[in-house]
């Protein structure tokens, strides 16, 4: 069964403190793998997609890594505005168009 | 360019009753997709309709439905309505269809509420 999980489901960070979001899936075909941010009361908003093993995306403080396992979310120096809710879908060539989601990680950092 | 758009944004009804929510695409975007989103089990697919038609179907009972109107604009509908229906629904577009790996462009929801 395609599923994905994401460590840890909340993560308290000070202001410049650096960390990591995990995200361990398991899938039959990866067609690929997204992230995205959600605020309160808000839709998700897309951050990155990847698509095999090794590549890496660069967004500001966000740094996305993809192994055949898991994906990592880097944030380097984060800033109060990070904060938000971090979510990992995967899309499976069994499963067609459906973006498969982990429960996230709520992020907080705080000044 | 307007973003996404879904009505109404908060909903109350009761056990028994249907409901159907709307969602305006990003002009240009011919695919829809709807989730629902709930604390429990985070967020889950519904169906994607790309050029009218229905191109997948997620894991849900048939009292889940939907449909795609020539403007692209989508609507679905829950019938009979369950307590376990509560949820944020959530409505996605992009240009093309979602296999072809594009991002999703999501609205911010309606938030249903049954009781």
């Known amino acids: 069964e395609d599923q994905v999980t994401q460590s840890p489901e909340a993560l308290r960070l000070q202001e410049g403190e650096s960390s990591s979001l995990n995200c361990s899936y398991t899938v039959s075909g990866l067609r690929g793998l997204f992230w995205y941010r959600q605020d309160p009361g808000k839709g998700p908003e897309f951050l990155f997609t990847l698509y095999s093993a090794g590549e890496e995306k660069e967004k500001e403080r966000l740094k996305a890594t993809l192994t055949k396992k898991e994906s990592f979310l880097h944030i380097t120096a984060p800033k109060p505005e990070d904060s938000a809710t971090y979510l990992c879908a995967v899309q499976a060539r069994q499963a067609g168009t459906a973006l498969i989601f982990g429960k996230g990680t709520t992020l907080s950092v705080s000044s | 360019k307007a973003g996404v758009t879904q009505t109404p944004r908060y909903l109350i009804k009761t056990r028994g009753q249907q409901v159907t929510l709307s969602c305006s695409p990003i002009?240009?975007?011919?695919?829809v997709s709807w989730y629902q989103q709930t604390p429990g089990q985070g967020l889950q697919f519904l169906f994607e309709y790309f050029s009218e038609t229905q191109r997948n179907k997620g894991n849900f009972p048939g009292r889940f439905s939907g449909r795609q109107f020539s403007n692209s604009r989508s609507e679905m509908n829950v019938s009979t309505l369950e307590l376990g229906d509560s949820a944020l629904y959530l409505c996605?577009?992009?240009?093309?269809?979602?296999?072809?790996?594009?991002?999703?462009?999501f609205g911010s929801g309606t938030q249903l509420s049954v009781l």
């Open positions: 996605a577009s992009s240009l093309d269809s979602p296999a072809t790996n594009e991002k999703l462009f």
């Open positions: 002009s240009g975007h011919r695919s």
